[in-house]
């Protein structure tokens, strides 16, 4: 799945409790020092001694030290042990308090069930607003959460929470964008499932079927979307999703790139591993010998050898070949099924 970034991943844990990065320096520098007057903190963090000694009384402040009466004075930190826990601790009270407020607040609401009906479906154009409400989705998200994938990028990868399914259905134009294909297969790696449908009609993220988000117009990452809470439209979506889910092609990366689902047969080579997914991706030949690492005419040679070893003339029928070598179960499901049919 595509998640806009709402913070960088080199955020500092101790930003929750209130402690920013130069904070977090000079405590660490007290911390690696039994005493530490205000110059040595700056000449250790390139500060001036003013720009230093304001840094310690913020640390101070924070319960991070202590000093000494001395003049200068020598600081000390407090162990990270006692200091994290009693930050910690103010947070969860802060919160605590903040959450008592609800009661209140919901008074102010003049009927509830009228606000949430009324707002089934909201409009938003606020980028802000919509990296924090999708956010919040995902970190609410409890069991599932699935995604229509259209050119141009909206929302970028990020890991899936711990005992959720999450599936992704992208578009041929999709995986066309330059690094869609790696940015699929460290997904996957984390246990995304994706597969791959020829055109979307949409693009989409929805979360325990509950609520979704809806790019108001597709090709515009800029443009408004509408958000989508638990009601028929929901329903809906969800299952346009499955019907697509059913009819798409599943994609698989395998020692040598993306693959198809299952044990290939032996015959299927590391050329046809690499190549004939692409093509029932709906990539045309510059795309895909671009993603496979090769120039226009090593392909044509590729493929003109993977036709010859499956002793077809056409990329259909390679493409129909490679599958029934692959798939030669599912082959054997659908005779069983027509017998079934035509025996009524």
């Known amino acids: 799945m595509n998640p806009p970034r709402a913070r960088s991943s080199t955020t500092s844990p101790l930003e929750a409790l209130g402690i920013d990065d130069m904070e977090e320096r000079a405590y660490r520098v007290l911390l690696s020092h039994r005493l530490a007057t205000a110059e040595d903190v700056a000449h250790r963090l390139s500060l001036s001694l003013r720009k230093a000694q304001r840094l310690l009384d913020h640390v101070e402040a924070k319960g991070l030290a202590s000093h000494s009466p001395e003049r200068p004075p020598r600081y000390i930190a407090t162990s990270p042990k006692l ?57 609410t998200v409890q069991s599932e959460i699935f995604a229509f994938q259209r050119p141009p990028m909206y929302f970028m990868h990020r890991e899936i929470p711990k005992g959720v399914r999450a599936r992704t259905i992208s578009d041929a134009a999709y995986l066309a964008l330059p690094g869609a294909l790696e ?72 020692r040598t790139g993306v693959s198809m689902l299952g044990e290939p047969d032996a015959r299927l080579s590391e050329a046809a591993e690499q190549v004939i997914p692409l093509l029932a991706a709906g990539l045309n030949d510059k795309a895909i010998a671009h993603e496979a690492g090769m120039s226009t005419a090593t392909l044509n040679r590729r493929l003109a050898e993977l036709m010859k070893s499956f002793g077809t003339r056409t990329r259909f029928q390679l493409g129909w070949r490679a599958a029934l070598a692959a798939f030669p179960e599912r082959l054997a499901t659908g005779k069983r099924a027509k017998r079934k049919s035509s025996s009524r």
């Open 83 to 139: 200091a994290m826990e009693a930050l910690a601790s103010q947070r969860v009270a802060d919160i605590e308090r903040a959450r008592s407020m609800i009661p209140e607040l919901m008074e102010q609401v003049a009927d509830e069930a009228d606000i949430d009906r009324e707002q089934v479906v909201e409009l938003i154009s606020s980028r802000t607003a919509i990296g924090q409400i999708l956010e919040q989705m995902l970190q």
């Open 183 to 254: 940015s699929l297969r460290v997904v996957m790696a984390m246990g995304e499932e994706a597969r791959t449908f020829p055109v979307l009609p949409v693009k989409m993220v929805v979360v325990d079927r509950r609520m979704g988000l809806i790019p108001l117009h597709a090709e515009d990452p800029n443009g408004p979307v509408l958000l989508v809470r638990d009601c028929t439209l929901i329903d809906a979506l969800c299952g346009l999703f499955d019907l697509t889910w059913e009819r798409a092609t599943p994609l698989v990366f395998g």
